[in-house]
């Protein structure tokens, strides 16, 4: 039982702490006589973080257009992004997604609809803020930020439309907004 927890122990802090990848990059020269010497070809290592791979993920979805792009992301997060910060990471770029962008809002919930029976915890992290915010602008009951408004309401109908948010949630922002009008 120690083992056990022991190897529970160490999959924990590796999954908190920021891993390298390494990738082996070979390189052949040729002679200029254009005869083979029988020399190796030169190797080196290039290390690149897990942060950095994070961060070029994120600028990717800015580019999602299809379906299959969606795919190959989710794809790739699952199996060589998936850690417990590069989940919240996530979360927060989907969420922050500019005002101006409402075209990407349906490939953004195609994505958290893929990664959802893999990844539960992101639907429900991301509609959580999306219910936050949509609290915050009932409140403030202005008529600035209409973008952000109608981008935080579309966006919880794509995850209604994929069936990643409960439909009660989204009948009840409907319900609230409509007692409002």
Not at 67 to 79: G, I
Not at 80 to 103: F, H, M, P
């Amino acid at each position: 039982i120690e083992e056990e927890f022991k190897k529970l122990n160490v999959e924990e802090e590796d999954d908190e702490e920021e891993d390298e990848e390494e990738v082996v990059v070979t390189e052949t020269t040729q002679n200029p006589g254009g005869k083979d010497s029988g020399e190796v070809p030169a190797t080196s290592t290039i290390t690149i973080s897990n942060k950095a791979m994070m961060e070029a993920f994120i600028a990717k979805l800015s580019t999602i257009s299809n379906r299959d792009f969606v795919n190959d992301a989710a794809q790739e997060f699952c199996l060589k992004l998936n850690t417990k910060s590069n989940r919240k990471k996530l979360v927060r770029a989907l969420y922050g997604v500019s005002r101006n962008r409402l075209d990407l809002l349906p490939f953004h919930a195609r994505l958290v609809r893929t990664l959802s029976p893999i990844l539960p915890d992101i639907p429900l992290d991301l509609f959580t803020l999306l219910k936050k915010e949509f609290i915050y602008h009932l409140r403030k009951k202005d008529q600035n930020n209409l973008e952000t408004k109608v981008k935080n309401i579309r966006f919880i109908g794509e995850l209604t439309k994929f069936e990643t948010c409960e439909k009660v949630e989204a009948l009840w922002c409907l319900r609230v907004l409509l007692g409002m009008f």
